[in-house]
């Protein structure tokens, strides 16, 4: 801040200026070397003009004044040299004959001048009202000087005035009683000044015992820190590591989930596929029926379990009534042949072959009965407002927890249904070998499969499909999406196959595509980046479970050599490009 908070007169700048003219011009060049506000600016320190006008910019406006600017220029005031002996008091009392006797703007600047903060605030506080010193004449001011410096003007020994008392030897002796008391206080303070000195002699040895104390300290710190910092690194190397194990978690979570869910849709759909393999066996029937008719042929066609089942169903009809005849040809011979006692054994024990794939888990009640009807029977839109009314039945305890079993996994296979219509049977894919073959039976849902695609290898083995002629050219996000589609109408009539699409990326990313197939951008930098995400899930698969069947579509040689070692089924991207 400049001189003080208070703006000043131009008597009192006039009177800063003058002070400035008075500082020496080797004076002014060893500031400007040795202050910081020259430091930056390009002030040269032999241009006096120019340093004795910034000084004046700075002394009289609101830049700072540094201690070493104030002193400088209370050395060039009288004024300053007769108020630096004074204490503030004194100064205080006799201000106004001060000014009298020195002018009011000099007492003023010499007082802001002071290296003390108490003058300096007085003087401020001084300047703020509106008459900060009383008129009075020099002869006043000399003599309000004079009464209040008297016994200093005793003690130096100045002669009284004409007028006053002669120096007698009482005075002389008044005077020396005087002098030698002050030389006892004097003595006094000398020991109490020595005293104060052997205190900071112990002051000083403490300092530089704390000093060593501090300096030993310092070089433990640094030794502490050295450790702080490689504990720090320490840890930033495991929370990175737990960072990496954390994702590869994530990562097994999912092949997991997806290992699980390819064995439970398979499962919900086995009981259906066997029911559809025995509608397609004739041989069993072939002895006991001469033909059986075709029936239903046009609800086979929408729903095909449920035709299986109608098959199954008037087959059992056929068979009760000719076990009917039989038990009455059997009642009714005197003599009954063994070919007709075995054939009655035979056509019940083919009866309750049928009636247990018909109904495997036969319903207790009536209302189970009507309520797995209506599940069954229900359009695929009504499905989601049928999800929740065994909860509320159960909740109204309206049926029993085995019932309420019963119906979730009624509900679960009427969905798993849904989801594999359309995936017609391949009579003759089991007779065929290779790995297209099993590819197929998978995804005729034979059995629970995981299909690993390289993609970008595999948008590069098929540039018919993906990279058109000219003119109809796409880019690499609408090539992606277009094999992300694909995959999804392949794969989307069996859910127990789980797709999962292997992309390059920089950075890593899993979506679901649909709630079979899942699309992975690998991270990282450098090529090849998306192999070693499918080789880690290889692993994975393969000693989770080693009896699930996993495909790798890709054309990538070391990519697929690496992957049968790890017993995966390597397939080619045009042999795949065939079910597309």
């Not at 040895?205 to 490689?230: D, G, R």
């Not at 995981?450 to 002629?469: K, Q």
Request: with cysteine; charged share 30%; glycine share 6%.
């Amino acid at each position: 801040m400049a001189l003080c908070e208070t703006a000043l007169p131009p008597v009192y700048e006039k009177e800063l200026r003058r002070l400035v003219k008075l500082v020496p011009a080797d004076d002014l060049a060893a500031f400007a070397a040795t202050d910081q506000i020259f430091k930056a600016g390009g002030f040269r320190s032999g241009n006096t003009a120019v340093l004795r006008t910034r000084i004046q910019q700075i002394v009289c406006g609101a830049a700072d004044v540094s201690d070493t600017l104030r002193r400088l220029l209370a050395r060039r005031s009288r004024a300053h040299t007769l108020t630096g002996l004074m204490s503030p008091d004194a100064i205080a009392d006799n201000r106004h004959a001060l000014s009298a006797l020195l002018g009011g703007e000099v007492l003023m600047i010499a007082l802001l001048l002071d290296h003390r903060r108490e003058v300096r605030d007085k003087a401020e506080n001084w300047l703020k009202t509106p008459a900060p010193f009383m008129d009075m004449t020099p002869a006043e001011a000399h003599d309000r000087l004079k009464n209040s410096f008297a016994d200093f003007i005793e003690l130096a020994g100045m002669v009284p005035e004409s007028g006053g008392l002669p120096i007698t030897r009482e005075a002389w002796q008044h005077q020396k009683e005087k002098l030698e008391g002050r030389v006892r206080d004097l003595s006094a303070e000398n020991r109490r000044l020595k005293g104060v000195d052997d205190r900071l002699s112990r002051v000083v040895k403490e300092l530089k015992e704390s000093s060593e104390n501090l300096k030993s300290c310092n070089s433990k710190a640094a030794v502490l820190e050295k450790e702080l910092s490689q504990a720090k690194t320490k840890a930033a190397e495991t929370t990175a590591e737990l960072q990496r194990e954390k994702s590869a978690r994530d990562e097994r979570l999912k092949a997991a989930l997806d290992v699980a869910l390819a064995q439970e849709f398979h499962g919900w759909l086995a009981q259906a596929r066997t029911v559809e393999a025995a509608a397609f066996d004739d041989k069993t029937h072939g002895d006991l029926l001469d033909r059986a008719e075709a029936a239903l042929k046009k609800q086979a066609a929408a729903d095909r379990h449920s035709g299986n089942l109608a098959k199954l169903i008037e087959r059992v009809e056929t068979l009760e009534s000719a076990r009917k005849r039989v038990l009455a040809a059997l009642r009714n011979a005197l003599r009954p042949t063994p070919e007709l006692k075995a054939l009655e054994s035979e056509i019940g024990r083919e009866l309750e072959r049928l009636n247990t794939l018909i109904t495997p888990d036969a319903a207790a009640t009536p209302l189970e009965q009507s309520l797995v009807t209506r599940i069954n029977s229900a359009d695929d839109n009504e499905l989601p407002n049928l999800r929740e009314v065994p909860e509320l039945l159960r909740a109204l305890a309206m049926i029993d927890e085995a019932a309420f079993v019963r119906l979730k996994q009624a509900f679960k296979k009427r969905l798993a249904t849904v989801e594999a219509l359309g995936v017609p049977p391949d009579k003759g894919s089991e007779a065929r070998d290779g790995k297209s073959s099993l590819l197929g039976r998978a995804l005729a849902g034979s059995a629970p499969a995981i299909l690993m695609i390289d993609g970008h290898n595999m948008l590069f083995g098929l540039p018919a499909r993906y990279s058109p002629a000219r003119g109809k050219a796409l880019n690499d996000a609408a090539k992606r999406e277009r094999l992300v589609a694909d995959i999804v109408r392949v794969t989307a009539p069996n859910p127990a196959v789980r797709a999962w699409i292997v992309f390059d990326g920089p950075t890593r990313s899993d979506t679901q595509a649909a709630p079979n197939v899942r699309v992975t951008y690998s991270g990282g930098k450098g090529e090849h980046r998306a192999d070693g995400v499918i080789i880690d899930n290889l692993k994975f698969f393969k000693s989770s479970d080693p009896g699930m069947r996993v495909f790798l579509v890709s054309n990538d040689k070391e990519l697929c050599e690496a992957s049968q070692r790890l017993g995966a089924c390597n397939v080619e991207v045009l042999d795949f490009g065939a079910f597309l």
